[in-house]
T-cell receptor
Framework: RKEVEQDPGPFNVPEGATVAFNCTYS??????FFWYRQDCRKEPKLLMS???SGNEDGRFTAQLNRASQYISLLIRDSKLSDSATYLC???????????FGAGTRLFVKA | DTAVSQTPKYLVTQMGNDKSIKCEQN?????MYWYKQDSKKFLKIMFS???????INETVPNRFSPKSPDKAHLNLHINSLELGDSAVYFC??????????FGPGTRLTVT
């Protein structure tokens, strides 16, 4: 089993749609959780951290369920500029080991 | 000002050669990383350094040797390059458990 698993997609959605990405992780001792975004031929950039209480940043909402070892990302009112690969990220070993999921590709169409 | 910089951006070389990639961060972070992103776009950690000390070595072949002369620099030297080493190599830095800032990547092609 992979340490971090994501649905690879691609997700093809129209502008304005709501889309949800899921991620599961295998190590129950994992400490920190993030969603990163990677555009084609660019470096990954942090989208948002994920907390157990859930957190929201504008159109983006992230949830963490430690009991189920499950992380989610919800994007509301999708924009063309949201087209990218979304990477689920988990850290272990005191935060020094970072494990990236394989990424979920999103295409938002006009 | 570039937060995390890498040189070179592109590297084309032949099998068997030795090459180095340099990374510098001006964020004052204590922790630096090297990642490899292969042709399937899977991003995998290779090394983590904290205050110039190696913390994580993810079963990387010993042809790969990282060196951290100071907290702001983490270089990667690769001996006897193989075709399978072709990938994009990203350097990153962070304060532990916090957001990582990535460099623009070095696209290595081994022919």
């Amino acid at each position: 089993r992979k340490e971090v698993e994501q649905d690879p997609g691609p997700f093809n959605v129209p502008e304005g749609a709501t889309v949800a990405f899921n991620c599961t992780y295998s190590n129950s001792a994992s400490q920190s959780f993030f969603w990163y975004r990677q555009d084609c031929r660019k470096e990954p950039k942090l989208l948002m951290s994920v907390y157990s209480s859930g957190n929201e940043d504008g159109r983006f909402t992230a949830q963490l369920n430690r009991a189920s070892q499950y992380i989610s990302l919800l994007i509301r009112d999708s924009k063309l500029s949201d087209s990218a690969t979304y990477l689920c990220v988990v850290t272990n070993t005191g935060g020094f080991k970072t494990i990236f999921g394989a990424g979920t590709r999103l295409f938002v169409k006009a | 000002d570039t937060a995390v910089s890498q040189t070179p951006k592109y590297l084309v070389t032949q099998m068997g050669n030795d090459k180095s990639i340099k990374c510098e961060q001006n964020l004052g972070h204590d922790t630096m990383y090297w990642y490899k992103q292969d042709s399937k776009k899977f991003l995998k950690i290779m090394f983590s350094y904290n205050n110039k000390e190696l913390i994580i070595n993810e079963t990387v072949p010993n042809r790969f040797s990282p060196k951290s002369p100071d907290k702001a620099h983490l270089n990667l030297h690769i001996n006897s390059l193989e075709l399978g080493d072709s990938a994009v190599y990203f350097c990153a830095s962070s304060q532990v458990i916090n957001e990582q800032y990535f460099g623009p990547g070095t696209r290595l092609t081994v022919t």
